[in-house]
């Protein structure tokens, strides 16, 4: 569930302009006021936002925002602000522009979207870049973890909630046998990971546990030094257990050895309309302590106003 709390009566697009437009104004910004607008509204209605900033002043509301602010809490408006399959897009050229195969934000936007959403990333990123993900995609990666990833960014899944339970009690015997044989790059890991539904997966992961004891996840046996089955770990866990892996993801970005801003910001802007209720529930279950207190703690100014607003921190 969503944490973006939006007012019961909505200022016009062109109302909340014209306070924005204030809030930019002058020899300081207000940025409590533009965290009380933007903070509060949902990608529909940032849409529209956009639209009546450009008819009023001919200018971009994103530039703006570029313009004016600064840092960390720029960037995290900026992306907050952007429509989702933009912001998806913008967040994979970032990704291959500095490669790091510890970096599984392509598998996020792959595994962690419905398969319509998926389309749109893809057709943002043609629009904006003149070239797919795809093609990009394969230069930095190599033989499985290839096929592994532009099988996962390719994908269009069937998004119904239909299974068949012998398919999946089949297909977990074939997982089953490819963890333990040490053959995780085999096609057919590849084939079911790729193609089937997150019903259908789910169910396959359920025959997973009930016949074999543990998680599939956790009878992956990760080295760190192993870039498909980290890859293919955060898979599985993006298709059937986001909750378990955005936790995971946002427990290393908050560490007392240091804040990882972009890993922390990309994952508040992009659940706080989806699961971040569930993903805060986990957090809290998995640390002993609430997201809200540890960003608190980990970050500061108006930066930390903005992902504390957009967890819904403070609403009952």
Known sequence: MSTVTVPPTVPTPSEDCEQLRAAFAGWGTNEKLIISILGHRNAAQLKLIQNAYFELYGESLLKDIKKELTKEFEHALLLWTLEPAERDAFLADQTMRKWDPK????????????????????????????????????????????????????SYRYQGAEIDNDLAKKESEILHDK????????????????????????????????SFGNPIDEDLKVDSKDEYVCALKAAIQCLAFPEKY??????????????DEGAL?????????????????????VNGVGLDKAIAHDTSGDYRELLLTLIGHGDA
């Open 179 to 210: 963890i333990k044989g040490n053959a995780v790059n085999h096609e057919e890991v590849i084939r079911i990971l790729t193609t089937r539904s997150k019903a259908q997966l789910g169910a396959t992961f359920s025959h997973y546990k009930d």
């Open 246 to 259: 955005f936790v995971d993801v946002l427990s290393k970005a908050i560490d007392r050895r240091g804040t």
């Open 103 to 154: 970096n599984h934000v392509l598998i996020e936007l792959a595994c962690a979207r419905s398969p319509k959403e998926l389309i749109l990333v893809r057709e943002a990123y043609h629009a904006r870049f003149k070239r797919s993900i795809e093609e990009d995609v394969a230069p930095h990666v190599k033989s499985g973890y290839c096929k592994l990833l532009v099988g996962l960014v390719s």
């Open 265 to 285: 910001t990309r994952v508040v802007v992009t659940r706080a309309e989806v699961d971040m209720k569930q993903i805060k529930e986990e957090y809290l279950k």
